[in-house]
């Protein structure tokens, strides 16, 4: 029997520790960043899918290097992120495509470009349709999520950006940035109706568990506005007391980012202009303002951890929903600040994905 050498046994030992964060990764809760969210959000992490670990402070676990580059080199915005447990797949778009990833083993299965461009996508719920839109164009590709193929055009001319495909998978929901209407498709027949108009164009927006009700952002306003999704009226206007609304580095408008809590109880809000989150209460009775919580720099968007407990800021913060008190910011392997719109946790049990959340914190009361 042959036995190794000390300084052998040092060198094996050092490799496992460098080793241990990828060797842990195959089980537990972990959040993937695409970056960058935006042009100037590349000095924040770099250009790839970063991959925290939520178990464990959220450190940096790894860098999922991906395609995502113009004709000259240079990295392309990243326009959404989105996964599925049932296929094991994640999907990551950009100005110019969409790009599918085997999540068991990090590789790229696929990246399509589309007439069009691409831009914030959403998945049907057993992860097979794509609901895809162009880059702020008329119309939205419905396709073949294992394939890339289009099964359909959708055209609402509304200046196509964001999507929710509701959590029953009945319904999706698109919102242009050019329309102060949000476009609804029966997900069965691809029939179409509306909901609003809304008091200007519709930007950020997620909808509640059974959806009944639509919260959306839109231009011009430090606030948002609640639409019934079923009679298709604007219900509700409500505004941000006790803040000075004014001009905005990214995306031209004060509040482009809005989340329900898990409960629905609360409705979390971006103001850029003032760099904070401001919290609302939710249900019966008018919306009253709870709290503010400042962040590092101007935040264009929220979601939530799978268990409603942790919000996380397109700055970077990671937030305790119950305390209202930021518990970490997401750091990449050099210690540099990320700052990402595009995050969504991702669950793993035995290797593979057993839980994967969403981008838009849609509400968890059906």
Not at 37 to 46: P, Q, T
Not at 146 to 152: E, K, P, V
Request: aromatic residues 8%; contains cysteine; hydrophobic residues 40%.
């Amino acid at each position: 029997m042959i036995t190794p050498s000390r300084p052998l046994l040092r060198r094996l030992c050092l490799a496992l520790l460098v080793l241990a964060p990828w060797l842990r990764a195959a089980d537990g809760r972990f959040l993937y960043a695409a970056v960058p969210g935006i042009r100037d959000y590349l000095e924040y992490g770099g250009h790839g899918v970063l991959v925290f670990d939520i178990d464990h402070g959220h450190r940096f676990v790894r860098r999922i290097k991906s395609a995502g580059f113009d004709a000259t080199g240079k990295p392309v915005n990243v326009k959404g992120i989105a996964a599925s447990a049932a296929t094991q797949r994640l999907y990551v778009t950009t100005i110019l495509s969409l790009m599918c990833f085997d999540l068991t083993t990090d590789r790229l299965l696929w990246e399509k470009k589309y007439d069009g461009g691409c831009d914030r996508m959403s998945l049907t719920p057993d992860g097979k349709v794509m609901y895809l839109p162009s880059l702020e164009k008329d119309h939205w590709h419905v396709i073949d999520a294992l394939t890339g193929d289009i099964l359909t055009k959708i055209v609402p001319k509304s200046g196509a950006h964001n999507t929710v495909v509701g959590p029953d998978g009945r319904e999706a929901y698109l919102a242009g940035l050019k329309s102060p209407h949000l476009t609804v498709v029966d997900t069965a027949t691809y029939a179409t109706r509306t909901v609003g108009p809304f008091s200007n164009f519709i930007r950020p927006f997620t909808v509640n568990g059974s959806q009944t009700q639509v919260f959306v952002n839109i231009n011009g306003l430090l606030g948002y506005e609640i639409g019934d999704l079923k009679t298709g009226r604007m219900l509700r206007r409500v505004e941000v007391v006790g803040f000075a609304s004014g001009g905005v580095k990214r995306h031209g408008c004060p509040s482009h980012g809005i989340a329900l809590s898990l409960d629905e109880k609360e409705v979390w809000l971006c103001d850029a202009h003032n760099r904070r989150l401001h919290i609302f209460s939710n249900g019966d009775g008018p919306p009253k303002q709870l709290a503010s919580i400042e962040t590092r720099d101007e935040p264009g968007w929220i979601t939530f951890s799978i268990d409603g407990r942790l919000v996380y800021s397109a700055t970077g913060e990671v937030i305790d929903q119950r305390t209202r008190k930021i518990i970490t910011a997401l750091r990449d392997e050099n210690g540099l600040d990320v700052m990402s719109e595009k995050v969504i946790e991702i669950d793993f049990a035995g290797g593979r994905v057993v839980r994967a959340g969403n981008q838009f914190a849609i509400g968890g009361v059906r």
